[in-house]
T-cell receptor, first 110, second 112 residues
Framework: KNEVEQSPQNLTAQEGEFITINCSYSVGISALHWLQQHPGGGIVSLFMLSSGKKKHGRLIATINIQEKHSSLHITASHPRDSAVYIC????????????FGAGTILRVKS | DGGITQSPKYLFRKEGQNVTLSCEQNLNHDAMYWYRQDPGQGLRLIYY???????QKGDIAEGYSVSREKKESFPLTVTSAQKNPTAFYLC???????????FGDGTRLSIL
């Protein structure tokens, strides 16, 4: 069974700060996902990656397959970035099921 | 616009009653999933279906049942056998390509 560990569990930042959320997993995966959940509960996929680095706007996601570790970075953070950020891993051989971390609650203060 | 519709957003039921949560999609995705979210815990897979008329148990299937009679629909029934059904339930779909799963907005179920 794969465990997905995220850190930190809670994070408070000042507007403009650079933010890093970390994720580690224990066994081989097909892909790693970063998801964003807003207070209403809906979830949006931010990144899906199996190697290297991806960037979208102020968000950057990296993965190190050998170390089984991924990071999500937010540059120039803004209060609208406040949300729960969830790391998940998927396995194509099991119907692309996702195994989720517990999430990181991010609050960005103005 | 294509998307996933979960209804209702909030659902209240008396203890001992079965309740069915709806998930409808017009994305034409083959695979559909039901996840449960509890406070402070990661989402957990209840059931998934890769094709019409077929579905598999996830990690916490006990006390739940599903059907997949149409590609667009994957309803989840929470039975009276589920000991702690109060939770947030999310439906997701996947189109089998190298794309991530799409999620609905969820249904929050409370047992009174």
């Amino acid at each position: 069974k794969n465990e997905v560990e995220q850190s930190p569990q809670n994070l408070t930042a000042q507007e403009g700060e650079f933010i890093t959320i970390n994720c580690s997993y224990s066994v081989g995966i097909s892909a790693l996902h970063w998801l964003q959940q807003h207070p209403g509960g809906g979830i949006v996929s931010l990144f899906m990656l199996s190697s290297g680095k991806k960037k979208h706007g102020r968000l950057i996601a990296t993965i190190n397959i050998q170390e089984k570790h991924s990071s999500l970075h937010i540059t120039a953070s803004h209060p609208r970035d406040s949300a729960v950020y969830i790391c998940a891993v998927s396995y194509m051989e099991y119907g692309n099921k996702l195994v989720f971390g517990a999430g990181t609650i991010l609050r960005v203060k103005s | 616009d294509g998307g996933i519709t979960q209804s209702p957003k909030y659902l209240f039921r008396k203890e001992g009653q079965n309740v069915t949560l709806s998930c409808e999609q017009n994305l034409n995705h083959d695979a559909m999933y039901w996840y449960r979210q509890d406070p402070g815990q990661g989402l957990r897979l209840i059931y998934y279906s890769q094709i019409v008329n077929d579905f598999q148990k996830g990690d916490i299937a006990e006390g739940y049942s599903v059907s997949r009679e149409k590609k667009e629909s994957f309803p989840l029934t929470v039975t009276s056998a589920q000991k702690n059904p109060t939770a947030f339930y999310l439906c997701a779909t996947w189109d089998r390509g190298r794309q991530p799963q799409h999620f609905g907005d969820g249904t929050r179920l409370s047992i009174l």
